[in-house]
């Protein structure tokens, strides 16, 4: 069965840090560009980072330059998301997605093949 599945999402003061991590099953997830994206309360879902199948190109959203990272471990079938010096916009539902489209800043307007179903990011003191 195909699925993507969000993890490590919750609540952190401003200025903490949380990992997501994003598994994955049922497809070739190595063949595949990923992608992050979020929606917080009342706005559109935006592309925040992706990276290609191999793990070489990455792409961030400028929001989030220089605070998240983003990996993967092919191995596991896991792609992760390390998120530093949040602040409270960063605030959102964030899921995960494939495509074999071109991780860049385009990546984000594709129709993904996979999505998550997504994992709850509040950032408050």
């Known amino acids: 069965q195909l699925q993507l599945v969000e993890s490590g999402g919750g609540l952190v003061q401003p200025g903490g840090s949380l990992r997501l991590s994003c598994a994955a099953s049922?497809?070739?997830?190595?063949?595949?560009?990923i992608g992050w994206f979020r929606q917080a309360p009342g706005k559109e879902r935006e592309g925040v980072s992706c990276?290609?199948?191999?793990?070489?190109?990455?792409n961030y959203a400028d929001s989030v330059l220089g605070r998240f990272t983003i990996s993967r471990d092919n191995a596991k079938n896991t792609v992760y998301l390390q998120m530093n010096s949040l602040k409270p916009e960063d605030t959102a539902v964030y899921y995960c997605?494939?495509?074999?489209?071109?991780?860049?800043?385009?990546?984000?307007?594709?129709?993904?093949?996979?999505w998550g179903k997504g994992t709850l990011v509040t950032v408050s003191s």
């Open positions: 997605a494939a495509d074999l489209s071109t991780c860049g800043r385009y990546y984000y307007r594709v129709n993904m093949d996979y």
């Open positions: 049922g497809f070739t997830f190595d063949s595949y560009t």
């Open positions: 990276i290609s199948s191999s793990g070489r190109s990455l």
